[in-house]
């Protein structure tokens, strides 16, 4: 169970690594999001072969691989629309005008598909005994340009260092449990429920991905997000095939 902890800590520490660079340096909008890029790259491997595949292969012709596909993005799509009308729009983009009353939405939106990936960690944990290098790797990275442009918000908006990297640590730790509740909750599961918890988080991940992080990278980073997307794409499959060979 601690090894569930540590594992979700690291994967979300780069959410306080990003708070304190954009704290401390001054970014690029095009930096930021080539890194967006990447991260989104890696999320989509993790997606296709981490989660889905794996939840078809253990529960093929049930349905539930389906239905926790569907259910995952239709569930973020409305927690995105309803954290929208509370006034927070993409909680990476860094055109959006800060104001104190919009960080409570902009970080329930960071959470929301920070702690299914967390989820996930602590279940493949608890399946396979050890956990997903690509998996780790793109939640890690994934993190990092959000953190950053959450951060830039923030700042612009008066908030101070303390405050903001305080606040980037509070949201690793809750994602930290979130691995300690994959690896408990589903160790006696059954297959065709815990191919349906790895949609579920997939389903998630794929909306944030069409709605926030590939939208935003193209936006700043222009004709280099796909670039960086297939780069990052082409690592996590690398990494995906090193652990299997």
């Given at each position: 169970m601690?090894g569930?902890?540590?594992?979700g800590?690291?994967?979300?520490s780069s959410?306080?690594?990003?708070?304190?660079?954009?704290?401390?340096?001054?970014?690029?909008?095009?930096?930021?999001k080539i890194?967006?890029?990447?991260?989104a790259?890696t999320?989509?491997?993790?997606?296709?072969y981490?989660l889905?595949?794996?939840a078809?292969?253990i529960a093929?012709l049930?349905?539930?691989p389906?239905?926790?596909?569907?259910?995952?993005?239709?569930?973020f799509?409305g927690?995105?629309l309803?954290?929208?009308?509370?006034?927070?729009?993409?909680p990476?983009?860094?055109d959006?005008?800060?104001?104190s009353?919009l960080?409570?939405?902009?970080?329930?939106?960071i959470?929301?598909?920070g702690v299914?990936?967390?989820?996930?960690i602590?279940?493949g944990?608890?399946?396979?005994?050890?956990?997903s290098?690509a998996?780790?790797?793109?939640?890690?990275?994934?993190n990092?340009?959000?953190?950053?442009?959450?951060?830039?918000?923030?700042k612009?908006?008066?908030?101070?260092?303390?405050?903001?990297i305080l606040?980037?640590?509070?949201?690793?730790?809750?994602?930290?449990?979130a691995?300690?509740?994959?690896?408990s909750?589903f160790r006696g599961v059954?297959?065709h429920?815990?191919?349906f918890?790895?949609?579920?988080?997939?389903?998630?991940?794929?909306?944030?991905?069409?709605?926030?992080?590939?939208?935003?990278?193209?936006?700043?980073?222009?004709?280099?997000?796909?670039v960086?997307?297939?780069?990052?794409f082409?690592?996590?499959?690398?990494?995906v095939?090193?652990?299997?060979?």
């Amino acid at each position: 169970m601690l090894g569930a902890f540590y594992w979700g800590l690291l994967a979300t520490s780069s959410l306080i690594i990003g708070g304190l660079i954009a704290c401390r340096f001054s970014l690029s909008k095009q930096t930021v999001k080539i890194i967006m890029a990447f991260g989104a790259g890696t999320l989509i491997s993790a997606v296709s072969y981490e989660l889905i595949f794996e939840a078809v292969h253990i529960a093929r012709l049930t349905g539930f691989p389906a239905m926790g596909l569907f259910t995952g993005a239709f569930a973020f799509y409305g927690s995105d629309l309803l954290i929208g009308r509370f006034g927070a729009g993409n909680p990476v983009d860094m055109d959006a005008s800060p104001h104190s009353k919009l960080v409570v939405p902009m970080i329930l939106a960071i959470i929301l598909d920070g702690v299914p990936e967390s989820i996930v960690i602590g279940l493949g944990i608890a399946k396979g005994g050890a956990v997903s290098l690509a998996m780790l790797v793109a939640v890690f990275i994934s993190n990092l340009p959000e953190a950053i442009a959450g951060s830039i918000g923030m700042k612009a908006g008066g908030a101070s260092r303390h405050k903001i990297i305080l606040l980037w640590f509070a949201i690793a730790l809750l994602c930290a449990l979130a691995s300690i509740a994959g690896y408990s909750f589903f160790r006696g599961v059954s297959d065709h429920w815990l191919a349906f918890v790895q949609a579920f988080a997939g389903g998630a991940i794929l909306m944030m991905l069409a709605n926030s992080m590939i939208p935003e990278a193209f936006k700043h980073g222009g004709k280099l997000a796909g670039v960086f997307t297939v780069l990052g794409f082409f690592v996590s499959v690398s990494m995906v095939i090193l652990e299997q060979s």
